[in-house]
């Protein structure tokens, strides 16, 4: 079993960033890809950016793409989301998720994520 705690959300203007995290409990961090999705109200939950279990290989979605960047410290069993230039269209739940992973793949797909977080607010003011 994995438990997921994000944080780092809040309130920010068009144009500023914020740094999520999500911190996972449980032994073997490291054979874990992550990955961290959004939802807005009244929307689907949609990919935001994934990483393989090593951390050399990330994939981001086209909307976020130069402007998001994912990362993770498995030393800290933690991973990242630092979120630069932000539009009010960002502003969504934020939730991590973790997919037991026996190769360097990267997962894009929320079927392929086993465990979840309860999610971090981000609201993006114009």
């Known amino acids: 079993q994995v438990q997921l705690v994000e944080s780092g959300g809040g309130l920010v203007q068009a144009g500023g960033s914020l740094r999520l995290s999500c911190v996972a409990s449980?032994?073997?961090?490291?054979?874990?890809?992550m990955g961290w999705f959004r939802q807005a109200p009244g929307k689907e939950r949609e990919f935001v950016a994934g990483?393989?279990?090593?951390?050399?290989?990330?994939n981001v979605a086209d909307s976020v793409k130069g402007r998001f960047t994912i990362s993770r410290d498995n030393a800290k069993n933690t991973v990242f989301l630092q979120m630069n230039s932000l539009k009010p269209e960002d502003t969504a739940v934020y939730y991590c998720?973790?997919?037991?992973?026996?190769?360097?793949?990267?997962?894009?797909?929320?079927?392929?994520?086993?465990?979840w977080g309860q999610g971090t607010q981000v609201t993006v003011s114009s």
């Open positions: 990483i393989n279990r090593s951390g050399g290989n990330t």
């Open positions: 998720a973790a997919a037991l992973s026996l190769t360097g793949r990267v997962r894009v797909h929320r079927y392929e994520y086993e465990y």
């Open positions: 449980g032994r073997m961090f490291g054979n874990y890809a």
